[in-house]
């Protein structure tokens, strides 16, 4: 019985560092839908350039997972999507949204990615947790608002496109979103 309880240690901790190491380190960060008040602040407040830099600051924080395995995961979907290899992008990030499926951004990727495959229903499904986990996500709902105009719903579409405005209010292809939508709507109530 004791060279079981001896041989089985390593492998216990074998996996508890495994483990460790998958998951992501949400100590060092806040948690996915909380940003610092003042950093959104700041966004809603800056002038153009530097809401343009915070913008990819708040980007590159939400693509960090903590995790090293998860992070691989983001590098071989983004590599694969650079490829085209569409089946082979879903399918890492397929595993990293089972994985994490707390990274608000893992969903936010595969959503892209479905659209880009012209898979609009599953996009949505994956904009909407992507938005429940991280509702400042100013990306995810310019996703969604575009996903609402290829599906006909323009009112639906400017909607999305204010709530992304309202995060981060010099986001350009938000604001030549709503201008094109209006500029459709021809002077109708959108």
Known sequence: MSVKIHFLKPIVAATLITVT????????NEAEGTLPADMLGA???AEPAEAKRLADELAVRWEASGSPAMDLLVKRAKDAVARGDMDQALEHLTALTDHAPDFAEGWHMRANAFFQNQQLGLALHDLERTLSLNPNQFQALFGLGTIMEHLGKPDLAADAYR????????????????????????GRDL
């Open 163 to 186: 709530l992304a405005l309202a995060i981060y209010p010099h986001y350009e292809d938000a604001k030549n979103a709503i201008a094109r939508i209006e500029a459709q709507a021809g």
């Open 21 to 28: 190491f998958s998951l992501p380190i949400w100590a060092e």
């Open 43 to 45: 966004l809603r407040q």
